[in-house]
């Protein structure tokens, strides 16, 4: 036998098999030259009768490229049926929510894009919401929590009240925010806005519209009236909410200590208001949280806010059953007392809140005891309110459209 047919033998005893997309590195890279050696054959074709001596097996084999074909049957159908493995494997470890440990595991040349890294179950939303409520819990069985000098629980206002309050604002009034870079992002700041609604769902609306929409998520520290904080129950939740009595000591300290205050200067005479008078600015008072921010230096943010006037619908008022109850006014709504408790159900308007660019006071904290600053600043906020509802109510001519 000749060495050239030799040769020629030798070259078919490799076995024809060709590595698979996951074998490991170090095997692949041994055996690179016996594939290439083994391929080689199958993809040349051999000359059909030529007395020259085949020389291709002493020239070193090229290395294999990606995508080149391979005519042999046995080793393509063995590729393909590895790499339909590695779909397969692929598909599977997506269904479960693991991801993809890259192209050595999902094959060579296939494109698909790897499952999602964690798959969403429907019953994870509420399995968060009941670890969520069951922590809150341990930190007010344990006492982890604070509470600073006017009685203010920002665990409990996060847990329980906002949440509340999100759902009226957000899903029933379709609330609509704008303007709150207005609001300072830190230090003091004095919100000043207007009253209505019969019932003060206003003053809640804001604080926790405020608190979600602000980068900084900053509480509003609401100043109530008298009466609020004589009331058993409704004076607890506006001490844990934040809220202090109206009056300039307090609203100064708060100020000082650069938090975020918010008043409501027309008091009862704005939510207690009948509904022909709707949108109509009552008067200012003395203008008592203009000296607080002239003494603070504290810049003031007017607020306009409609859509509380539509809640409750004031058509009368019954004084003399006022008096006998001792409350500033006693409504008849629509709906209220013809329907029992059904009556204290708000009608869901469409909202709208603005908060104007802020007025600054650093420049005036000598003139806190003039009376003629104090009147002009505030009826500068007064007007900037009353034109800010005139340009919103133009927005929304329908007041429970979407």
């Known amino acids: 036998m000749s060495a050239a047919e030799e040769r020629g033998d030798a070259r078919y005893d490799v076995p024809l098999t060709v590595p698979g997309p996951d074998a490991e590195p170090a095997r692949r890279n041994g055996h690179r030259r016996a594939a290439a050696a083994a391929a080689e054959p199958t993809m040349k074709a051999a000359p059909a009768a030529s007395d020259e001596p085949d020389t291709s097996a002493d020239e070193p084999a090229p290395a294999p490229r990606t995508g080149d074909a391979v005519p042999n049957k046995p080793v393509a159908k063995k590729a393909m049926a590895k790499k339909a493995v590695a779909k397969k494997a692929v598909a599977r470890k997506a ?10 595991e999902r094959g060579a040349g296939d494109l698909t894009p790897p499952g999602p890294a964690v798959a969403d179950r429907p019953g994870d939303h509420w399995d968060r919401k009941v670890a969520k409520g069951l922590a809150f819990l341990r930190r007010r069985l344990a006492g982890d929590y604070e509470v600073d000098e ?26 609509e925010v704008s303007g709150v870079e207005h609001v300072p992002a830190e230090g003091a700041g004095l919100v000043v806005g207007n009253h209505s609604g019969t019932v003060a769902l206003d003053a809640l609306v804001l604080a926790t519209a405020l608190h979600d929409r ?42 000082g200590n650069g938090e975020l205050v918010g008043v409501f200067p027309e008091g009862f005479k704005g939510v207690g208001k009948l509904y022909a008078d709707r949108y109509k600015l009552q008067r200012f008072g003395r203008g008592g949280f203009v000296s607080a921010a002239l003494r603070t230096g504290t810049p003031i943010v007017p607020v306009a806010i409609v859509g509380g006037e539509e809640i409750y619908p004031m058509l009368a008022d019954i004084k003399p059953l006022a008096r006998l109850l001792k409350l500033p006014y006693f409504p008849v709504t629509p709906t209220f007392p013809w329907l029992g408790p059904l009556g204290m159900v708000p009608l869901p308007s469409k909202w709208l809140i603005e908060f104007c660019p802020p007025i600054p006071t650093a420049h005036l904290r000598d003139s806190a005891d003039d009376p003629l600053v104090v009147f002009n600043l505030a009826d500068q906020v007064r007007e900037t309110i009353q034109q800010t509802l005139h340009r919103l109510l133009e927005r929304r001519p329908d007041p429970f459209g979407p």
């Open 150 to 175: 006017f009685g203010f629980d920002p665990d409990l206002t996060d847990a329980v009240f906002h949440p509340l309050v999100r759902l009226l604002y957000r899903d029933w009034f379709r609330t």
């Open 95 to 104: 269904v479960a929510g693991k991801p993809a440990d890259g192209p050595a």
């Open 214 to 255: 602000h980068p900084e998520r900053r509480y509003l520290r609401l100043l109530g009236a008298d009466l609020v904080f004589r009331m058993p129950v409704v004076s607890e939740i506006a001490r844990k909410t934040g809220g202090t009595v109206a009056c300039n000591p307090d609203a100064e300290r708060l100020l």
